[in-house]
Each structure stands twice: as C-alpha cells, then as structure tokens.
C-alpha cells in the first residue's frame, strides 16, 4: 500500500554540526509534506511544511527539500544543538484523498553528541 | 505545550475489556483527529471529527469509535481491546482544513494484558 517511510532508524551527529534526515514516499497524489519532532513523552511537534508546487522552503534553522521527481523529502538542520536531540517524522497527506488524516513514516532518531 | 490535553496519561486494561480515552481540544479549535502510535513506529491516522461527526477515517476496525461533543472536546472508544491495541494514543485538534495548525496532546499510554 501507499506509505511514507524513512531511510535511517538513527542518526547520531556532532553538536554544531548540520543534519541531514531524509524520507521518501509513494503516494504521487500526495501534496502536502510536514516535518514532526517529537520528543520522549511528548506529542509531535510542528517544525515545517512545505506544499508539492514548492521544492525548497526554510525556517529557523531548518530547510525543507522536496524532489517530486524521486519522490524524496529531506529536513536539513543547522548548527545542531542538544535540545534537537529527538525522533524526527516524515508526514504527508493527499488533499483530494478524502480523510484529512496524515500519513506518517517510521521515523528517525535524532542524537546529537557533546 | 500545546493546548491539547488527554487522559487518562497511562492506562493498563486486559485483553477483551472496552476503553474510552478522552481529549480536550485547544482553544478555538473546531476539529479532532486520533492517532495510534505503537512502539518505534510513527503515528497512524484513527479517524477525524467534526461538527460532532466523523468525517475521515484511516484503516482501523469498527470496534474503534469515537465522539465529539459541542464544545469540541472528544473521545476514543475501543471495544473489544487484542494485545496488539497496546500502544500510545494520540489526539490533536485544528481548524477544518488546517493541517499545519495541528497541535498534539501527548498522548494515553495504553497497555492490554
């Protein structure tokens, strides 16, 4: 069936420096893309989304990266800090698919060392 | 924190039991929609609320219903509980529509025995 999945359980980067997670999905009508951190004991947290007629969108410290053509999405962080230490999840939806329910990938866990 | 809250936090039933978990929505927000999030994996879409009726629903069982009420708050009723219905409930609330102002509670941690 259609998922959303990601490509590494963990990654485990250095304090200050950027990471990168990826996440590739299968379902072409998908056209909207959200990134979720979410942190021991805690709900998923908004951090940013971005729309199938864009292919780059940035906020604080994050940039999103979506390619339609290999139906790939990617959450770039900057400058790594402690606090970004979490799982970091992949969502979509497909606005025309009736629920508006999102789909969720596996995953990634987020380690930032001193 | 989100305005979303949830209860009970953690809760411990036995295999055929029923359980209604509960959500109150964030201020101003008019819609509801319930995840499953069993271990290591990422949340799965239940079914979503609005105007006190279901209008979405992802690939779950009837014996999985829900309600939400005038002032929007809802519940996650689960009849029937299997060993594999063991996992960490989600609610969120928004506006209709508004998928990027969907806030998370953190969650009801159920476990059947």
């Known amino acids: 069936g259609e998922s959303v999945g990601l490509h590494l359980p963990t990654l485990s980067v250095q304090e200050g420096d950027n990471s990168i997670i990826n996440c590739a999905y299968s379902?072409?009508?998908?056209?909207?893309f959200i990134w979720y951190k979410q942190e021991s004991g805690k709900g998923p947290q908004f951090i940013i989304d971005?729309?199938?007629?864009?292919d780059k969108r940035q906020g604080q410290r994050v940039t999103v990266l979506l390619n339609k053509t290999v139906k790939h999405l990617s959450l770039q962080i900057a400058a790594t800090q402690p606090g970004d230490s979490a799982v970091y999840f992949c969502a979509e939806n497909d606005s025309g698919g009736g629920a508006d329910g999102l789909t969720f990938g596996k995953g990634t866990h987020l380690i930032i060392q001193p | 924190e989100t305005g979303v809250t949830q209860s009970p936090t953690h809760l411990i039933k036995t295999r055929g039991q029923q359980v209604t978990l509960r959500c109150s929505s964030q201020?101003?927000?008019?819609?509801v929609s319930w995840y499953q999030q069993a271990l290591g994996q990422g949340p799965q879409f239940i079914f979503q609320?609005?105007?006190?009726?279901?209008?979405g629903r992802g690939n779950f069982p009837p014996r999985f219903s829900g309600l939400q009420f005038p002032n929007y708050s809802s519940e996650l009723n689960v009849n029937a509980l299997e060993l594999d219905d063991s996992a960490l409930y989600l609610c969120a609330s928004s506006l209709q529509g508004a998928l990027e102002k969907l806030f998370f509670g953190s969650g009801t941690q159920l476990s059947v025995l």
């Open positions: 201020s101003g927000h008019n819609t």
């Open positions: 379902n072409s009508a998908s056209d909207y």
């Open positions: 609320y609005y105007r006190e009726e279901e209008n």
């Open positions: 971005i729309r199938s007629n864009m």
